[in-house]
């Protein structure tokens, strides 16, 4: 799609006093993106279903172009992407080596079965392996985050015989039937038999502790009883695989304490249990590491990944598993497949995200942005604004929490449920530039590892003053 224009000035003249606005906001798409924009909602309104929605009740927000940090919307308007759309353009848009990979894989080999090596698959593997601990050297590629769980606990039931999958509460692993399954949180309810072998616990959240703890320590050490607990109460011989998020990212940025993850991997240990670290959002520099784990020293069995591996410019996903789980279908076949898995295009445009984010530093960005610039303005913005109960976070991978009284932590809304100064929040953001990431009740803030700082700088005093709305609710009772 064309770049738009940067001679034309944008309609809005609305901005925030406190933020200088970055150049970009003076860009706006065409009149030919514009008005292929308004046919795509007509078309998208009479024929697309879109996800977690009721159909008749969704106006989808148009894109028409993208670059970098920003998108510009169905009329025009540039907005500063948050989002990372569903948290997944860790290199930004329309990435040039990336688009140019893409366009060079397509015109010498676009696509091909996968019982065939080829040169973009393979060297793939070689770069996701190389980010990984040693004994962590073979990749099965998947379409995406949902099936790499999916295949990831069918790899660890044929290990080690046992079918019972362990999976945290507030969390969320994928929309497919056994992922939803083990999902933490709401969206599972209408899908969950309780039949198909998942068993949740409670996990470490020190903001919101379900075991009364004060600090760190205590939710830990309380954590880890109630998860032994847990394990011993449904037989550990049954249990094959538990199921973790380093750092749980659409359940809320919430990262555990280092000796509860540690502790995790030492009770599977244990118990013979596979653990399965689920980087589908944390992974691929989001959280200033490579992968989130890592954050904790730790080394899982297998690790999933999806979303960041190459943005999300063509759908790819993954299960690396460990030499020892490898070994298990190393003389007998594993029972499983996709037609597309490790398809051209998608590890073409895996190597050449993986190189980029290498040769630009993008992950050593992402944590610098995250310790020096978000951090300290996050911390700010809590001070100032008696709605916000918490913000937390690492590298561009943050939550805000909105609460109704900080003292009792009550939230905003019922769990599950989205306040209703959430719109509000958002179309005083999109008047200034900005697209926001509302989430129950907080705001997530994820945009790509290489945002400027000017951007991310001028995002955050726009949400810094959007929250005024929300401390109007709390003022109001």
């Not at 939710?219 to 011993?232: G, P, S």
């Amino acid at each position: 799609m064309a770049q738009p224009s940067t001679s034309a000035r944008t309609e809005s003249s609305a901005q925030p006093e406190s933020a200088a606005q970055p150049s970009v906001t003076e860009t706006r798409a065409s009149e030919d993106q514009i008005a292929e924009g308004r046919r795509a909602y007509e078309l998208d309104r009479q024929h697309v279903f879109h996800s977690w929605g009721a159909q008749e009740k969704l106006s989808p927000m148009t894109i028409v172009d993208s670059q970098g940090s920003w998108v510009w919307d169905g009329e025009g308007k540039p907005l500063l992407d948050l989002t990372g759309q569903l948290v997944f353009t860790n290199i930004g848009h329309r990435h040039p080596k990336v688009v140019a990979a893409i366009q060079e894989q397509a015109q010498k080999l676009c696509t091909v079965a996968p019982q065939h090596a080829n040169a973009a698959r393979s060297e793939a593997a070689r770069l996701i392996t190389e980010l990984l601990s040693d004994d962590l050297n073979h990749v099965f590629f998947t379409n995406g985050g949902a099936d790499a769980n999916e295949h990831a606990v069918r790899m660890a039931r044929l290990y080690t015989g046992r079918h019972k999958v362990l999976s945290a509460y507030r969390s969320y692993h994928g929309g497919t039937h056994l992922a939803i399954n083990m999902t933490g949180d709401p969206r599972r309810f209408a899908s969950d038999k309780a039949t198909d072998g998942v068993v949740h616990f409670l996990p470490a959240y020190p903001y919101r502790s379900y075991f009364g703890s004060q600090n760190d320590a205590e939710e830990a050490e309380r954590a880890l009883n109630h998860l032994r607990d847990v394990i011993q109460l449904e037989g550990p011989h049954t249990v094959g695989a538990l199921i973790l998020e380093a750092i749980p990212g659409t359940a809320g940025i919430y990262a555990p304490p280092k000796e509860y993850v540690t502790g995790v991997r030492e009770l599977c240990d244990e118990y013979g249990i596979v653990l399965i670290m689920d980087e589908v959002m944390a992974g691929f520099g989001r959280s200033g590491r490579w992968f989130a784990h890592q954050h904790y020293g730790i080394d899982p069995d297998i690790v999933t990944f999806a979303k960041g591996v190459n943005s999300g410019y063509v759908p790819l996903g993954g299960v690396v598993m460990d030499d020892d789980i490898y070994a298990r279908f190393a003389e007998q076949p594993y029972p499983g497949g996709l037609t597309y898995s490790g398809h051209p295009l998608a590890t073409a445009a895996a190597v050449a995200t993986i190189n980029a984010m290498h040769d630009e530093q993008m992950v050593e960005h992402a944590a610098r942005i995250g310790e020096e610039v978000i951090g300290p303005r996050l911390q700010q913005i809590k001070e100032r604004h008696p709605s916000v109960g918490d913000v937390r976070g690492t590298g561009v991978f943050w939550a805000i929490e909105l609460v109704k009284d900080r003292q009792t932590r009550e939230p905003l809304s019922e769990y599950g449920q989205v306040p209703a100064v959430s719109s509000e929040i958002v179309a005083f953001a999109r008047e200034r530039f900005v697209l926001p990431y509302p989430n129950m009740n907080r705001l997530h803030i994820c945009p790509p590892l290489n945002v400027s700082e000017e951007d991310i700088r001028y995002g955050l005093d726009v949400l810094d003053e959007a929250l005024d709305l929300a401390d109007r609710v709390v003022a109001e009772g």
